[in-house]
Nanobody
Framework: QGQLVESGGGLVQAGGSLRLSCAASGGISRINMGWYRQAPGKQRELVATITSGFITKYDDSVKGRFTISRSNAKNTVYLQMNSLKPDDTAVYYC???????????????WGQGTQVTVSS
């Protein structure tokens, strides 16, 4: 998949929406992808995954509010974030994910991420 570049973050009021993009420099059609986030002082956490077969999975904290999708033709993965809360404030990263024993794990190096700030 080559390099991954995240974009689309910004400052938004609580209840607002943002759409993040993760552009890969190589093909991603056979790769499982995930969106992670890291809030200040906290560990990076996985929020959503999408398999090569378009099966999606979400952390309970974002279920029903976030939607992960992909365009293999554009080598891009998206994260549509609705009904944003101040607790969603974090730097958001995408990465290739592996799967083992019911757990997804990141594969490869991290990009620069994109900052999402939700004001109350």
């Amino acid at each position: 998949q080559g390099q991954l570049v995240e974009s689309g973050g910004g400052l938004v009021q609580a209840g607002g929406s943002l759409r993040l993009s993760c552009a890969a420099s190589g093909g991603i059609s056979r790769i499982n992808m995930g969106w992670y986030r890291q809030a200040p002082g906290k560990q990076r956490e996985l929020v959503a995954t999408i398999t090569s077969g378009f099966i999606t999975k979400y952390d309970d904290s974002v279920k029903g509010r976030f939607t992960i999708s992909r365009s293999n033709a554009k080598n891009t993965v998206y994260l549509q974030m609705n009904s944003l809360k101040p607790d969603d404030t974090a730097v958001y990263y995408c990465n290739v994910v592996g799967y083992n024993s019911g757990t997804y794990y990141p594969v490869g190096s991290w990009g620069q991420g994109t900052q999402v700030t939700v004001s109350s």
